[in-house]
């Protein structure tokens, strides 16, 4: 079947990229994963395009890869098209104070770009690990920023073929949510509005946030950053404290002895353990302080 999905798709887009049984465990920061059937890399948003097509004609629903920074795959193998984003690469500027940045755009590299232009309104964003499609899907957001201070619109390719211009609040940007999220498609790019800006003031200001990240972050260990998001009463990593599992494991995955916020792989984790180490340590939360975790990390 893999062989054969295989020689489908390459016999119909022959220039794509396309790899099969590609572990995701190469391509999640938690480096966990088992094989995807099919991995495409387009290089453009025609080829994308063609490859959503193709998805089409052949009734499978793909399932989109940015920096793969926030995913928790499977073990086995992942049936069907994973599509990666990572070739809609471009940053351009348009009238005073607007980026245009492809889906693939890491959201590191949007925001030193902005930087060099003296353009502010990224800083927050330039230690967060994935892409500009992560990111609009994710609302990505640290230190009291997120992208739906700066994020104008975002054109959208639907499973159909049809390109749309989502713009303000049809964007549904929330606490970790938008309106990607009941859509099915591939974000293509997003334009930012950003201010002018001292690009000294700017870059001190990135340097400091990234201190803080390391000082209270495990960046050494693989993780897809905050397993849950913020609940409506506290914060995650004080919640799990409290119920005394900073440092709890099921076999390689653990509470991060560092910030109780995140899951972390120590060498050998599953995504199975890490899926166990979820629910217990949402058991315990919810015996111990009332509240329902829920998990921001997005589980394929
Ligand atoms: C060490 C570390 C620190 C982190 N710190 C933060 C932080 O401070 N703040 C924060 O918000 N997050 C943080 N994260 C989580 C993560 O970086 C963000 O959620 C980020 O926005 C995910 O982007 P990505 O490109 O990696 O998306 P992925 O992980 O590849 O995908 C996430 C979701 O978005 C979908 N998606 C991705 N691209 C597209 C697209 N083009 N079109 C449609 N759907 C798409 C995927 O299908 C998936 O459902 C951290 C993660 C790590 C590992």
Redesign the pocket.
Known sequence: MSDSLYEQMSAALPELRLLAAEPLAKH???RIGGPAQLLACPGSEAELAAVLAWCRSAGIIP?????????LAPDGELPGVVIS?RG?DAITQKEDGILSAG??V??ARLAMFAQKRGLTGLE?AH?????????????????QG?LSQVALCAR?LTLGGEIQRLSGPELGLGY?RSA??SME????SADFRLSPGEPDAILARMRELMEK?RAS???DL?????TFKRPAMGYAAALIQEAGLKGFRVGDAAVSEKHSG?VVNLGRATGADVLALMEEVRKRVKEQSGVELEP???I?
């Open positions: 999640t920061s938690f399932r989109i890869l940015g920096g793969g920074t926030n995913i984003t809609l889906a693939g890491p959201l927050f230690g967060i690990p994935g892409t500009v499609g992560g990111g609009m899907y994710m609302n990505a957001g640290a230190y997120e959208f970790r990607f999220m498609g591939v974000i293509l990240r972050q495990p960046l693989p993780s897809a950053g905050s995140f921001e990390v997005r394929w």
